[in-house]
């Protein structure tokens, strides 16, 4: 046939022997040739072995043409050689399998044979590629190794070679896998590996870290420009785990620039790389985080011990100056926290990890007491000074509202949350009751704050006290228009009664005071008012909580006397006797002698000495003897007589020492009735995780509380194993 007889007489190997040593257009001698063949007339279905022909004439060329002229070529010159051949090769096969269209379409595709083109580019597989592929490899990766170094390469040259090995493989990357990328990868693990080991000794944390995120960004645009695009993340990781897995603990630990240096000199631009760096590996923030947890747990500690020292200083000082230095160490934690919670979401990208390490480094720190006052305590009255009209904290409502948010914050890392509360509560009842409060907004904003950090069952009781106010105003106005209904009720004195709510407010001690005469019709007159509202209702009346205003008449001048009821029911027996023992004191008011020595001490020992004293000494005894002080002044015409406050801390903890037996009883029993069956420290476990979220109970106060429900018939130990408990319904 005519094809055999263009390759096997002379057509072909004219054109490579005329041609071997000089450029031609491929294209236009392949488009020769299938002319000829096309004007030859010849039949190609005649054609028994229609492939062989074209192989043959691809295996001449790439064999007497490509092959010499790539192996006379060495490096850069060789790859631009490559790249040539390899364009000139594709174009004859397109040309070629154009010309056999018709043997492709049909001959070939009956017969399950594979396409032209496929042959085609196999061959150049086979006669060509496997010849030079491992020399082609070294040259691109002496590039690339050349251009890591700071040369300027030909990333086009690279990208043409590249394409080959992806496109060798007709829709297969093994070549491009095996021939290049896997040596490419081996020879980045030890260009890096060389590079760190230099890196890590002569240069700073810092310094290190930018040279590793300058590198990542150059192989990233490396992939970019020539590599192939699944090479990215294996290159990535090789460079990562020379550059930052492989020195990590020396890197971060470097005395003078490692990542405690960073975190103590605010280097928030470093710590952000040093984030953006080892988010990249696995677990490679886990070393960062609890560096950075150790660290904000030295910072608070030290506060603690700072405050600490300072208390300590001032021991003998008044104890308003020690609450100013405990209100200095909450606003420094403030401070503290609101530092490094800006750390976390803006160096550390908001991640959980460090979340979860600030919440820990403040919980150790954050439940350490400060000169006796428990943390829980302390951040209660921080709150007070806040809320309360006259505090040490001059804010705008702005701030206080900001203020505020960042207390609720810091109340999450507080375990004894219970007794935060019930601080809160009693510090909340003298704010509302005495008229303390610089805003009723501030009050709701931080109960509704309160509430959606610990639940609605937290601040349930605040609430209602919030409430009871507002009813008792209505309620105070409801008694001033029975009074004017009422003219002959009226007891000649403006009197304001304020009804609480038992089950929300703090408990008080209430004792059954001898009121004055004056005093009592008042107490009547209300009582009479309120059966007409309801007649259900018990009134105890509180009267440590009550304040009178009187006018003291002194030889130089009347002055108004803002006092107790305690202080104003004592001076008001001097209008009957010139002079009083302390034991017809006591006796006249049916008073305790703590209460009794507490408002005399501050009638005629204090400040204002209202009262003389026989004899005149500092302190109260059974044997004195009191009278008025008819020559008493002062240049106000009004003055306050504080009665000293009961140290009501004891009272507190033990209050909610009583309601943690009912919560671990409470808790108990609603496991086991669920359970029925449970060994004891699985029991125990429960049990802290149930009250976990409003106190930390002790194991041996939880061992305690089944010994009680055993004996009250809630529980019962198995006979043959007294690890177990059975609740008995």
């Known amino acids: 046939m005519f094809i055999n007889a263009i390759v096997n007489g002379k057509e072909v190997r004219a054109m490579l022997d005329t041609r071997a040593s000089h450029n031609f257009n491929i294209e236009g001698e392949v488009k020769l040739l299938g002319l000829k063949i096309a004007n030859s007339g010849a039949s190609l279905k005649a054609v028994n072995s229609p492939a062989k022909p074209i192989v043959d004439i691809a295996k001449l060329i790439l064999v007497q043409l490509v092959l010499p002229s790539l192996r006379v070529k060495h490096d850069e010159f060789m790859l631009r050689e490559l790249v040539k051949r390899w364009l000139n090769h594709k174009v004859m096969v397109r040309w070629l399998s154009r010309f056999f269209h018709y043997l492709d379409r049909y001959f070939i595709t009956r017969r399950s044979l594979p396409p032209l083109n496929e042959v085609g580019l196999t061959r150049f597989h086979d006669l060509v590629y496997q010849e030079v592929k491992s020399k082609v490899k070294d040259a691109v990766i002496s590039l690339i190794d050349r251009e890591r170094e700071g040369e300027q390469i030909d990333r086009a040259l690279l990208k043409n070679v590249l394409d080959i090995f992806v496109e060798i493989g007709l829709g297969n990357m093994k070549c491009y896998e095996d021939d290049f990328e896997t040596h490419l990868l081996k020879d980045t693990a030890a260009y890096y590996s060389r590079k760190a080991s230099n890196w890590i000794l002569e240069d700073s944390c810092p310094d290190y870290m930018l040279k590793a995120e300058e590198c990542l960004k150059r192989e990233k645009d490396r992939v970019a420009h020539y590599l192939h695009s699944s090479s990215e993340q294996k290159l990535l990781e090789k460079v990562q785990h020379e550059l930052l897995f492989v020195y990590a603990s020396q890197l971060l630990e470097k005395e003078h620039s490692g990542c405690h240096a960073l975190l103590r000199d605010d280097k928030v631009d470093d710590l952000s790389r040093m984030y953006r760096l080892f988010c990249r590996i696995q677990r490679g923030l886990d070393p960062v985080s609890q560096i950075f ?371 671990i009883d409470a808790s108990i029993v609603r496991i086991m009735k669920s359970r029925k069956i449970l060994g004891h420290q699985q029991l125990v476990m429960e049990c802290v995780e149930q009250l976990g979220r409003m106190f930390k109970p002790d194991f041996k106060a939880i061992k305690k509380r089944i010994e009680d429900l055993i004996t009250r018939d809630y529980l019962e130990r198995d006979k043959d194993n007294p690890n177990l408990f059975r609740y008995l319904a």
């Open 293 to 663: 947890k150790q660290h904000v747990t030295i910072e608070g500690t030290a506060l603690v011990k700072q405050a600490e020292d300072a208390a300590s200083s001032r021991k003998a000082e008044k104890r308003d100056v020690v609450g100013l230095q405990e209100q200095v160490f909450v606003r420094k934690v403030i401070e503290l926290h609101d530092k490094y919670l800006a750390y976390v979401n803006d160096c550390f990208q908001n991640h959980s990890l460090f979340h979860k390490a600030l919440k820990e480094a403040f919980e150790v720190f954050c439940n350490k007491g400060v000169a006796g006052s428990s943390s829980a305590e302390l951040l209660a009255t921080f709150c007070d000074n806040i809320l309360k009209k006259g505090g040490s904290e001059k804010l705008s409502d702005e701030a206080i509202e900001e203020t505020l948010e960042k207390v609720v914050k810091l109340l999450a890392y507080i375990s004894d949350k219970d007794l935060f509360a019930e601080f809160y509560r009693k510090k909340l009842a003298r704010r509302l009751l005495f008229d303390k409060s610089a805003n009723d907004d501030h009050e709701r904003s931080i109960l509704t704050k309160l509430k959606q950090q610990c639940g609605g069952q937290f601040t349930s009781k605040m609430e209602g006290m919030v409430t009871d106010l507002t009813l008792a105003r209505e309620n105070q106005s409801s008694f001033e228009d029975y009074l004017n209904s009422n003219f002959h009720a009226n007891p000649g004195i403006d009197l304001t009664v304020t009804v609480l709510t038992t089950g929300f407010w703090p408990s008080y001690k209430s004792f059954d005071l001898n009121l004055p005469v004056e005093m009592v019709k008042c107490v009547e007159v209300f009582r009479e008012f309120y059966q007409t509202k309801t007649k259900h209702r018990k009134l105890t009346w509180i009267y440590s909580l009550g304040t009178c205003n009187i006018n003291g008449k002194f030889e130089p001048k009347t002055i108004e006397l803002i006092v107790t009821t305690y202080q104003a029911a004592a001076l008001l027996l001097f209008n009957a006797s010139d002079r009083l023992s302390y034991s017809e004191i006591m006796t006249q008011l049916n008073l305790t002698d703590d209460d009794v020595i507490r408002l005399l001490h501050s009638l005629s020992c204090a400040k204002y000495k209202i009262l003389n004293k026989e004899p005149s000494t500092k302190t109260i005894s059974s044997i004195d003897v009191f009278e008025f002080n008819s020559k008493f002044t002062d240049k106000m015409r009004r003055i306050k007589i504080p009665l000293p406050p009961v140290d009501e801390k004891k009272k507190v903890i033990e209050d909610v020492d009583k309601d943690r037996r009912y919560a």
